[in-house]
């Protein structure tokens, strides 16, 4: 079975400062996908972005990147220019990619992100 | 285009009776994905359907149940409700299996 795991409960950033977010996750397969959801105060989970493990470059959406170390099993979510509205509980999340796979997502325990002014 | 839709949003039982959640995905998506959100245990796998089919299902009592319609709206049922089913219910809806989920609003299920 897969294991997601988010070491830091909580973090904080300043306003237009860079944060980022550890995962590591622990698995037998070779190819899969990654997530970075990002879950607001209205509970609504929004999907962030997005890697696929056998693609080597980094996803990048925005001001949303990530480092993706495959051998390490490690999937960080850097953020730069930290936005008031980019506070939120994020969560790393993996899914297989077998052709016969199911859609089910594994969650971490998520990372609450704080941003000061 | 319409996201996934949750009703209702709000739900207050009691111990013992019985709930049904509904979740209507998004138009097109045929993959449906239910999640228990809690405080302590987080966010928690219960079902997956595709095309009417349950085609995995997480660790949770037969008291949880789920079903899957043609137009591949979902439904999941809780019977004989504990204090501990409290929580955010959470569904997902994917255009196929391995593609990105979209997630609706949740229904916050209280049982008191």
């Known amino acids: 079975a897969q294991t997601v795991t988010q070491s830091q409960p909580e973090m904080s950033v300043q306003e237009a400062e860079t944060v980022t977010l550890s995962c590591t996750y622990d698995?037998?397969?070779?190819?899969?996908?990654l997530f970075w959801y990002k879950q607001p105060p209205s509970r609504q989970m929004i999907l962030v972005i997005r890697q696929e493990a056998y693609k080597q470059q980094n996803a990048t959406e925005n001001r949303f990147s990530v480092n993706f170390q495959k051998a390490a099993k490690s999937f960080s979510l850097k953020i730069s220019d930290s936005q008031l509205g980019d506070a939120a509980m994020y969560f790393c999340?993996?899914?297989?990619?077998?052709?016969?796979?199911?859609?089910?997502?594994?969650f971490g325990k998520g990372t609450m992100l704080l941003v000061s002014p | 285009k319409a996201g996934v839709t949750q009703t209702p949003r709000y739900l207050i039982k009691t111990r013992g009776q019985q709930v049904t959640l509904s979740c209507s995905p998004i138009?097109?998506?045929?993959?449906v994905s239910w999640y228990q959100q809690t405080p302590g245990q987080g966010l928690q796998f219960l079902f997956e359907y595709f095309s009417e089919t349950q085609r995995n299902k997480g660790n949770f009592p037969g008291r949880f149940s789920g079903r899957q319609f043609s137009n591949s709206r979902s439904e999941m049922n809780v019977s004989t409700l504990e204090l501990g089913d409290s929580a955010l219910y959470l569904c997902a809806s994917s255009l196929a299996a391995a593609t990105e989920a979209f997630f609706g609003q949740g229904t916050r299920l209280t049982v008191v």
């Open positions: 138009s097109g998506h045929r993959s």
């Open positions: 999340a993996y899914r297989s990619a077998l052709s016969s796979g199911y859609s089910t997502l594994t």
């Open positions: 698995t037998s397969e070779s190819d899969y996908y």
